[in-house]
T-cell receptor
Framework: GAVVSQHPSWVICKSGTSVKIECRSL??????MFWYRQFPKQSLMLMATSNEGSKATYEQGVEKDKFLINHASLTLSTLTVTSAHPEDSSFYIC????????????FGDGTRLSIL | LAKTTQPISMDSYEGQEVNITCSHN???????ITWYQQFPSQGPRFIIQGYKTKVTNEVASLFIPADRKSSTLSLPRVSLSDTAVYYCLVGGPAGGTSYGKLTFGQGTILTVHP
């Protein structure tokens, strides 16, 4: 079945560091990928929609300069958390959808980000 | 985006059939209904997707009435490993006005007891 790979699975870094998270679709092409954030015991919250070859679309309240998204190919989207602070610590999850529109989204296994 | 409402939690026992109902009164004509399962510290895993009537795969069935304002996920003979959070989502395919965006509700915490 469709597989979405997310890397790294866990990262711990100092406050002020920028962290890049990769999301890859392994066996299909994804014109659209999505980035979510999930806090403990809460649901997933959509942060932004990443479109191949164009600018990402951010949800209300999400700082685009803080969370940089690049979708340079049909199989890779990256999320960079710039100048991360402890309040950015969370579980970040990406999803990708096959370019054939009737296919469901498939999710990566998430990245646990801990900012000290 | 259509909002969904599910029970916050459900309890069951091994070997029983579990039915989780989701209401989505404002579903749009182009929207599909998709169910995901999530374990702690993992990304959601696709279970089943449907548009109308009944869909069945190797792990679950999805029942959708004619008005599509609700749907029921049916898990046959659950086991302890089915303890997880189950999300019902409504969203459109590519080309639809929602461009495939999915909005997660709170989900249903299913606990399966021995």
């Amino acid at each position: 079945g469709a597989v979405v790979s997310q890397h790294p699975s866990w990262v711990i870094c100092k406050s002020g560091t920028s962290v890049k998270i990769e999301c890859r679709s392994l066996d299909f092409q994804a014109t659209t990928m999505f980035w979510y954030r999930q806090f403990p015991k809460q649901s997933l919250m959509l942060m932004a929609t990443s479109n191949e070859g164009s600018k990402a679309t951010y949800e209300q309240g999400v700082e685009k300069d803080k969370f940089l998204i690049n979708h340079a190919s049909l199989t890779l989207s990256t999320l960079t958390v710039t100048s991360a602070h402890p309040e950015d610590s969370s579980f970040y999850i990406c999803s990708a959808r096959d370019w054939r529109g009737d296919q469901p989204q498939h999710f990566g296994d998430g990245t646990r980000l801990s900012i000290l | 985006l259509a909002k969904t409402t599910q029970p916050i939690s459900m309890d069951s026992y091994e070997g029983q059939e579990v039915n989780i109902t989701c209401s989505h009164n404002n579903i749009a004509t182009n929207d599909y209904i998709t169910w995901y399962q999530q374990f702690p510290s993992q990304g959601p895993r696709f279970i089943i997707q449907g548009y109308k009537t009944k869909v069945t795969n190797e792990v679950a069935s999805l029942f959708i009435p004619a008005d599509r304002k609700s749907s029921t996920l049916s898990l046959p003979r659950v086991s302890l490993s089915d303890t997880a959070v189950y999300y019902c989502l409504v969203g459109g395919p590519a080309g639809g006005t929602s461009y495939g965006k999915l909005t997660f509700g709170q989900g249903t915490i299913l606990t399966v007891h021995p």
